[in-house]
C-alpha cells in the first residue's frame, strides 16, 4: 500500500503558484519524498525527489517540513500543461533499487 | 539525451495470442523496470532488473508472462497466452546508480 494520502483533486489559475500538498506520517528516517506526474496518456514523468532539505530544480520546488511527515511541491508558475494526475511517493534509499508503488495521486487542473 | 524507448505504442490482440513488448532504456541506466497501468490506477511493478538478472519478479504472473534482458541492455516482456483481463498499459522504467527512474511512454495494449 501506498505511505503517502493526498487529495484526489486540485484546482489552479494558470500563471499562479501551484502548492500541492501530500501526508506521509510514517515516513522513516532514511525514505526519501518522490514527485511524480502522469500526464494524460504518457509515462509518469519525474519531477523531484528530497530527503530532508527543501529541494529545487527547473521544474518544481520540493518543502519538507522539519518533522519529515509531510511535504508540498510547489509549481511556480503553472501552465495549462501542468494539468496531470502527481504522484508523491515514498521510498528507501536513493530509489533506483526499490519499486515505486504509487497512490491513486492526485488530478491538478490548471485553468485558463 | 534520449528517453527510454518502447514499441509497439499500441498492441490489440485477441485472447490467446501471445504479445511481446520492446523497451530500450536510457543510455548506461543499469537498473530496468517493467510496471503494469490498469485504467484509472497507478503504474504496478511486475519486475526489476539489475544489469541483466532479475532481482525482483515477485509481481509477475509467471504462469503465462516472461521477461528477459540480454546483455544487460534491452529487454522484452511477453504474455503467452494473453487474457482479457490483462488489457492495461506497459510502461517500461531505467535508472542509473539507484538515482531516479524514468519511464517510457508505455505501451497499451487491447485483448479482445
Known amino acids: 500500500d501506498a505511505k503517502t494520502t493526498q487529495p484526489p483533486s486540485m484546482d489552479c489559475a494558470e500563471g499562479r503558484a501551484a502548492n500541492l500538498p501530500c501526508n506521509h506520517s510514517?515516513?522513516?528516517?532514511?525514505?526519501?519524498v518522490y514527485w511524480y506526474r502522469q500526464i494524460h496518456s504518457q509515462g509518469p514523468q519525474y519531477i523531484i525527489h528530497g530527503l530532508k532539505n527543501n529541494e529545487t530544480n527547473e521544474m518544481a520546488s520540493l518543502i519538507i517540513t522539519e518533522d519529515r511527515k509531510s511535504s508540498t511541491l510547489i509549481l511556480p508558475h503553472a501552465t495549462l500543461r501542468d494539468t496531470a494526475v502527481y504522484y508523491c511517493?515514498?521510498?528507501?534509499?536513493?530509489?533506483?533499487?526499490?519499486?515505486?508503488?504509487f497512490g491513486k495521486g492526485m488530478k491538478l487542473t490548471v485553468n485558463p | 539525451e534520449a528517453g527510454v524507448v518502447q514499441s509497439p505504442r499500441y498492441k490489440i490482440i485477441e485472447k490467446k495470442q501471445p504479445v511481446a513488448f520492446w523497451c530500450n532504456p536510457i543510455?548506461?541506466?543499469?537498473?530496468l523496470y517493467w510496471y503494469l497501468q490498469n485504467l484509472g490506477q497507478g503504474p504496478e511493478l511486475l519486475i526489476r532488473?539489475?544489469?541483466?538478472?532479475?532481482?525482483?519478479d515477485s509481481q509477475l504472473p509467471k504462469d503465462r508472462f516472461s521477461a528477459e534482458r540480454l546483455k544487460g541492455v534491452d529487454s522484452t516482456l511477453k504474455i503467452q497466452p494473453a487474457e482479457l483481463g490483462d488489457s492495461a498499459v506497459y510502461l517500461c522504467a531505467s535508472s542509473i546508480n539507484k538515482g531516479p527512474q524514468f519511464f517510457g511512454p508505455g505501451t497499451r495494449l487491447t485483448v479482445l
Open positions: 532488473y539489475e544489469n541483466e538478472e532479475a532481482v525482483d
Open positions: 510514517t515516513i522513516s528516517g532514511n525514505e526519501y
Open positions: 543510455s548506461g541506466h543499469n537498473t
Open positions: 511517493i515514498v521510498m528507501m534509499g536513493q530509489g533506483g533499487s526499490e519499486k515505486l508503488v
